[in-house]
Nanobody, 125 residues
């Protein structure tokens, strides 16, 4: 019902910045809360950030607090993840998620009905 298309991934030097975008199509009124997960090579997929429908509630993993900012523009059906002060350990495939179903913690990957294809972010040291 909802398709998520990501863009903005790439290669950046440590200390640099990158902005990821997530464009939603389809039944976008079902996207409610949305967020980002990431998975580094050989690691578990982990929660990065989430934002409520109105944007009034945001949450971040401790590892990215103060460096990453999640936002959304509902008029454009687009979510964003601004990443500053990037570190090599931020290197991962980043996934946009939407369609929080409830009954799960927002940090649980199973809480979301819709996933983007993933975009690679590589931070060089």
């Amino acid at each position: 019902q909802v398709q998520l298309v990501e863009s903005g991934g790439g290669v950046v030097q440590a200390g640099g910045s990158l902005r990821l975008s997530c464009a939603a199509s389809g039944r976008t009124f079902n996207t409610n809360a949305m967020g980002w997960f990431r998975q580094a090579l050989g690691k578990e997929r982990e929660f990065v950030a989430r934002i409520s429908w109105s944007g009034g509630i945001t949450s971040y993993a401790d590892s990215v607090k103060g460096r990453f900012t999640i936002s959304r523009d509902n008029a454009k059906n687009t979510g964003y993840l601004q990443m500053n002060s990037l570190k090599p350990e931020d290197t991962a495939v980043y996934y946009c998620v939407a369609g929080y179903r409830g009954g799960y913690s927002y940090t649980d990957r199973y809480a979301y009905d819709y996933w983007g294809q993933g975009t690679q972010v590589t931070v060089s040291s």
